[in-house]
Protein backbone atom coordinates (compact mmCIF):
# COMPACT_ATOMS: atom_id res chain seq x y z
CA UNK A 1 0.00 0.00 0.00
CA UNK A 2 2.87 2.41 0.96
CA UNK A 3 4.23 1.91 -2.53
CA UNK A 4 1.11 2.14 -4.19
CA UNK A 5 0.88 5.84 -2.72
CA UNK A 6 4.54 6.51 -3.10
CA UNK A 7 4.17 6.06 -6.81
CA UNK A 8 0.72 7.64 -6.98
CA UNK A 9 2.48 10.69 -5.45
CA UNK A 10 5.17 10.29 -7.53
CA UNK A 11 3.20 10.58 -10.71
CA UNK A 12 1.83 13.46 -9.29
CA UNK A 13 4.90 15.51 -8.96
CA UNK A 14 5.56 14.57 -12.22
CA UNK A 15 2.57 15.85 -13.81
CA UNK A 16 3.12 18.78 -11.99
CA UNK A 17 6.61 19.58 -13.16
CA UNK A 18 5.41 18.92 -16.83
CA UNK A 19 2.74 21.17 -16.56
CA UNK A 20 5.12 23.88 -14.99
CA UNK A 21 7.82 22.86 -17.80
CA UNK A 22 5.05 23.63 -20.17
CA UNK A 23 4.53 26.75 -18.73
CA UNK A 24 7.93 28.08 -18.92
CA UNK A 25 8.32 26.92 -22.70
CA UNK A 26 5.36 28.63 -23.99
CA UNK A 27 6.42 31.68 -22.26
CA UNK A 28 9.27 31.51 -23.91
CA UNK A 29 8.23 31.08 -27.41
CA UNK A 30 5.95 33.65 -26.37
CA UNK A 31 9.45 36.06 -26.39
CA UNK A 32 11.60 34.53 -29.09
CA UNK A 33 11.52 32.50 -32.19
CA UNK A 34 11.08 29.01 -31.59
CA UNK A 35 14.31 28.24 -33.18
CA UNK A 36 16.13 31.16 -30.64
CA UNK A 37 14.53 29.44 -27.49
CA UNK A 38 15.62 25.73 -28.54
CA UNK A 39 18.58 26.95 -29.37
CA UNK A 40 18.77 28.48 -25.34
CA UNK A 41 17.43 26.26 -23.60
CA UNK A 42 19.87 23.33 -25.15
CA UNK A 43 23.22 25.47 -24.91
CA UNK A 44 22.25 28.56 -22.36
CA UNK A 45 22.75 31.05 -24.75
CA UNK A 46 21.94 32.43 -28.04
CA UNK A 47 24.38 33.51 -31.30
CA UNK A 48 23.50 37.07 -33.25
CA UNK A 49 23.01 35.74 -36.58
CA UNK A 50 23.46 37.53 -39.60
CA UNK A 51 20.42 37.54 -42.46
CA UNK A 52 20.25 38.61 -45.78
CA UNK A 53 17.30 38.85 -47.00
CA UNK A 54 14.53 39.95 -45.00
CA UNK A 55 11.63 42.25 -45.11
CA UNK A 56 10.86 44.63 -42.17
CA UNK A 57 7.86 46.42 -41.44
CA UNK A 58 7.17 49.25 -39.01
CA UNK A 59 3.69 50.88 -38.18
CA UNK A 60 2.97 53.62 -36.33
CA UNK A 61 0.13 55.63 -35.06
CA UNK A 62 0.15 59.52 -36.21
CA UNK A 63 -2.15 61.28 -34.44
CA UNK A 64 -1.44 59.52 -31.30
CA UNK A 65 -0.41 61.66 -29.21
CA UNK A 66 -3.97 63.99 -29.69
CA UNK A 67 -5.64 61.09 -28.98
CA UNK A 68 -4.11 60.17 -26.03
CA UNK A 69 -5.16 63.28 -24.26
CA UNK A 70 -8.83 62.50 -24.53
CA UNK A 71 -8.94 59.16 -23.55
CA UNK A 72 -8.36 57.71 -20.08
CA UNK A 73 -5.59 55.65 -19.21
CA UNK A 74 -7.52 52.42 -19.09
CA UNK A 75 -9.14 53.14 -22.74
CA UNK A 76 -6.32 53.99 -24.22
CA UNK A 77 -4.54 50.72 -23.07
CA UNK A 78 -7.48 48.83 -24.07
CA UNK A 79 -7.37 51.17 -27.68
CA UNK A 80 -3.47 49.80 -28.03
CA UNK A 81 -3.93 46.46 -27.49
CA UNK A 82 -7.16 45.83 -29.35
CA UNK A 83 -5.11 47.59 -32.83
CA UNK A 84 -1.93 45.50 -31.33
CA UNK A 85 -3.31 42.09 -30.34
CA UNK A 86 -5.09 42.40 -34.33
CA UNK A 87 -1.95 43.32 -35.51
CA UNK A 88 -0.28 40.23 -34.21
CA UNK A 89 -2.61 37.50 -35.53
CA UNK A 90 -2.16 39.20 -38.99
CA UNK A 91 1.87 38.87 -38.83
CA UNK A 92 0.83 35.33 -37.27
CA UNK A 93 -0.61 34.30 -40.34
CA UNK A 94 1.68 35.29 -42.58
CA UNK A 95 4.74 33.87 -40.64
CA UNK A 96 6.43 37.15 -39.72
CA UNK A 97 8.49 37.44 -36.71
CA UNK A 98 6.85 40.31 -34.22
CA UNK A 99 10.37 42.28 -33.16
CA UNK A 100 8.40 44.55 -30.23
CA UNK A 101 6.64 47.39 -29.56
CA UNK A 102 7.99 51.05 -28.86
CA UNK A 103 5.22 52.77 -27.39
CA UNK A 104 2.48 53.27 -30.24
CA UNK A 105 4.69 51.62 -32.96
CA UNK A 106 5.08 48.05 -34.00
CA UNK A 107 7.89 46.63 -35.42
CA UNK A 108 7.67 42.85 -37.59
CA UNK A 109 10.00 41.30 -39.62
CA UNK A 110 9.55 38.37 -42.69
CA UNK A 111 12.16 36.34 -43.70
CA UNK A 112 13.89 35.20 -40.17
CA UNK A 113 14.72 33.04 -38.48
CA UNK A 114 13.68 30.44 -41.19
CA UNK A 115 14.51 32.07 -44.60
CA UNK A 116 11.55 32.86 -47.08
CA UNK A 117 12.29 33.66 -50.46
CA UNK A 118 8.45 35.54 -49.97
CA UNK A 119 9.64 37.23 -47.56
CA UNK A 120 8.80 40.62 -49.14
CA UNK A 121 5.06 39.39 -50.39
CA UNK A 122 4.43 38.00 -47.09
CA UNK A 123 5.46 41.66 -45.25
CA UNK A 124 3.20 43.74 -48.10
CA UNK A 125 0.26 41.25 -47.56
CA UNK A 126 0.04 41.24 -43.96
CA UNK A 127 0.75 45.47 -44.20
CA UNK A 128 -2.22 45.45 -46.65
CA UNK A 129 -4.67 43.76 -43.97
CA UNK A 130 -3.00 45.84 -41.24
CA UNK A 131 -4.29 48.82 -43.27
CA UNK A 132 -7.71 47.64 -43.90
CA UNK A 133 -8.44 46.28 -40.72
CA UNK A 134 -7.57 50.40 -38.99
CA UNK A 135 -9.44 51.78 -41.25
CA UNK A 136 -11.99 49.52 -40.68
CA UNK A 137 -11.64 50.48 -36.76
CA UNK A 138 -11.38 54.28 -37.14
CA UNK A 139 -14.57 53.90 -39.28
CA UNK A 140 -16.45 52.09 -36.35
CA UNK A 141 -15.30 54.51 -33.59
CA UNK A 142 -16.02 57.63 -36.02
CA UNK A 143 -20.09 55.95 -35.93
CA UNK A 144 -19.94 55.50 -32.34
CA UNK A 145 -18.25 58.85 -31.79
CA UNK A 146 -15.33 57.60 -30.26
CA UNK A 147 -11.70 59.07 -30.48
CA UNK A 148 -9.94 56.89 -33.90
CA UNK A 149 -6.15 55.97 -34.60
CA UNK A 150 -4.61 56.66 -38.10
CA UNK A 151 -1.59 54.37 -39.39
CA UNK A 152 1.24 54.80 -41.35
CA UNK A 153 3.28 51.80 -42.46
CA UNK A 154 6.96 51.82 -44.04
CA UNK A 155 8.67 48.19 -45.26
CA UNK A 156 11.95 48.05 -46.87
CA UNK A 157 13.96 44.86 -47.41
CA UNK A 158 17.65 43.71 -46.90
CA UNK A 159 20.02 42.05 -44.61
CA UNK A 160 19.74 42.61 -40.92
CA UNK A 161 21.67 41.06 -37.63
CA UNK A 162 19.06 39.28 -35.07
CA UNK A 163 19.95 38.22 -31.81
CA UNK A 164 19.25 38.42 -27.86
CA UNK A 165 20.18 41.31 -25.86
CA UNK A 166 20.40 41.57 -22.20
CA UNK A 167 20.37 39.06 -19.27
CA UNK A 168 17.56 40.67 -17.56
CA UNK A 169 14.30 41.37 -19.64
CA UNK A 170 16.13 39.94 -22.69
CA UNK A 171 14.74 40.70 -25.58
CA UNK A 172 15.01 39.38 -28.71
CA UNK A 173 15.85 42.33 -31.88
CA UNK A 174 17.58 43.34 -35.25
CA UNK A 175 19.94 45.52 -36.15
CA UNK A 176 21.14 47.36 -39.08
CA UNK A 177 20.24 50.07 -41.92
CA UNK A 178 17.60 48.01 -43.46
CA UNK A 179 16.03 48.68 -39.90
CA UNK A 180 16.52 52.02 -39.93
CA UNK A 181 15.52 52.46 -43.50
CA UNK A 182 12.21 50.77 -42.71
CA UNK A 183 11.69 53.50 -40.21
CA UNK A 184 12.80 55.96 -42.56
CA UNK A 185 9.74 54.79 -45.25
CA UNK A 186 6.99 55.07 -42.04
CA UNK A 187 8.01 57.91 -41.45
CA UNK A 188 7.90 59.67 -45.04
CA UNK A 189 4.46 57.80 -45.48
CA UNK A 190 1.10 59.07 -45.03
CA UNK A 191 -1.87 58.14 -42.87
CA UNK A 192 -3.66 55.33 -44.09
CA UNK A 193 -0.90 54.46 -46.91
CA UNK A 194 1.75 52.15 -47.40
CA UNK A 195 5.15 53.38 -48.26
CA UNK A 196 7.87 50.73 -49.45
CA UNK A 197 11.37 51.69 -50.78
CA UNK A 198 12.58 50.75 -54.26
CA UNK A 199 14.29 47.68 -52.69
CA UNK A 200 11.11 46.16 -51.84
CA UNK A 201 9.46 47.77 -54.91
CA UNK A 202 11.61 45.25 -57.50
CA UNK A 203 11.02 42.34 -55.34
CA UNK A 204 6.95 42.62 -55.29
CA UNK A 205 6.00 44.66 -58.48
CA UNK A 206 4.34 41.39 -60.20
CA UNK A 207 2.00 40.61 -57.35
CA UNK A 208 1.04 44.48 -55.88
CA UNK A 209 -0.51 47.34 -56.88
CA UNK A 210 1.57 50.01 -56.46
CA UNK A 211 1.78 53.79 -57.23
CA UNK A 212 4.94 55.61 -57.85
CA UNK A 213 6.21 58.90 -55.23
CA UNK A 214 9.25 59.36 -56.52
CA UNK A 215 12.43 60.38 -55.18
CA UNK A 216 11.31 61.51 -51.67
CA UNK A 217 13.87 63.78 -48.72
CA UNK A 218 14.63 60.99 -45.65
CA UNK A 219 16.39 61.90 -42.91
CA UNK A 220 20.26 61.01 -43.04
CA UNK A 221 19.45 59.23 -45.99
CA UNK A 222 18.73 62.25 -48.46
CA UNK A 223 16.81 61.59 -51.44
CA UNK A 224 15.16 57.69 -51.72
CA UNK A 225 12.74 56.59 -54.39
CA UNK A 226 9.45 55.21 -53.03
CA UNK A 227 6.18 53.66 -53.88
CA UNK A 228 3.23 53.75 -52.24
CA UNK A 229 1.28 49.70 -52.32
CA UNK A 230 -2.26 50.02 -53.03
CA UNK A 231 -3.37 46.48 -52.96
CA UNK A 232 -3.05 42.72 -54.91
CA UNK A 233 -3.02 42.62 -58.46
CA UNK A 234 -4.78 39.34 -58.72
CA UNK A 235 -5.41 36.24 -56.26
CA UNK A 236 -2.51 34.29 -57.89
CA UNK A 237 -0.25 36.50 -54.88
CA UNK A 238 -2.25 35.12 -52.31
CA UNK A 239 -2.07 31.69 -53.73
CA UNK A 240 1.10 31.97 -53.37
CA UNK A 241 2.07 32.82 -50.12
CA UNK A 242 -1.05 31.19 -47.96
Request: with cysteine; proline share 2%.
Amino acid sequence: MKEFEYQQILSEQKEIILREKQKSDDLLLNILPKEVAEELKETGHSEAHQFENVTVIFTDFVNFTQVSEHLTPKELVNEIHTCFKTFDEIIGRYGLEKIKTIGDAYLAVSGLPTSDTKHAHRAVAAALEIRDFVEKHKKDNIDYGKEFLDVRIGIHSGPVIAGIVGVKKFAYDIWGDTVNTAARMEQSSTPGRITISETTFELIKEGFICEDRGEINAKHKGKVHMYYVDGFRGDKVIEMIK
